[in-house]
């Protein structure tokens, strides 16, 4: 019995060691609803993981409420006006044997600002594959949270 008890004591300790911390960053004097359209840039980084989430980032700025422009046709589909609602979304992957960490940043177009980060990790997947989906997945909710137009 108290083999059991130490065993479970060791197991609870290393589960809550471990790091799978995910946050958000948001201006506090950015006003997101001043925005409607939001750009995927082309600068990503993290391979393809990150490539393969390209789609589901578009989908869900789409969901959130914002018109999704292609960073090749900001110039050509947008008027002067309408680059003040636009901001750039830019998403890094950087992943270890025991961690992955996604960080989508949002950037004014016009002020070339950060206007908002948001990161997740994970580090429970069974391989760097499935830590680098989590992670993703993780960035997006945090991302759809603070961002979706009501």
């Known amino acids: 019995m108290g083999n059991k008890c130490i065993f479970l004591v060791i197991i609870c300790l290393t589960l809550s060691s471990c790091n799978t911390t995910s946050n958000s960053i948001v201006t506090p004097i950015i006003d997101m609803s001043m925005y409607e359209f939001a750009s995927i840039g082309s600068d990503v980084t993290g391979g393809s993981a990150v490539m393969g989430a390209l789609m589901d980032l578009q989908n869900s700025l789409m969901s959130c409420g914002y018109k999704v422009i292609g960073d090749t046709r900001i110039n050509s589909t947008l008027v002067q006006e309408d680059l003040t609602k636009l901001f750039i979304v830019t998403m890094g992957l950087t992943s270890t044997t025991g961690q992955s960490i996604c960080i989508i940043n949002l950037t004014d177009y016009n002020t070339g600002l950060?206007?908002?980060?948001?990161?997740?990790?994970?580090?429970?997947?069974?391989?760097?594959?499935?830590?680098?989906?989590?992670?993703?997945?993780?960035?997006i909710i945090r991302m759809e949270n603070a961002i979706t137009k009501k």
């Open 114 to 139: 950060i206007i908002a980060s948001f990161k997740g990790s994970f580090s429970w997947g069974w391989d760097i594959e499935d830590n680098q989906k989590h992670a993703i997945e993780n960035a």
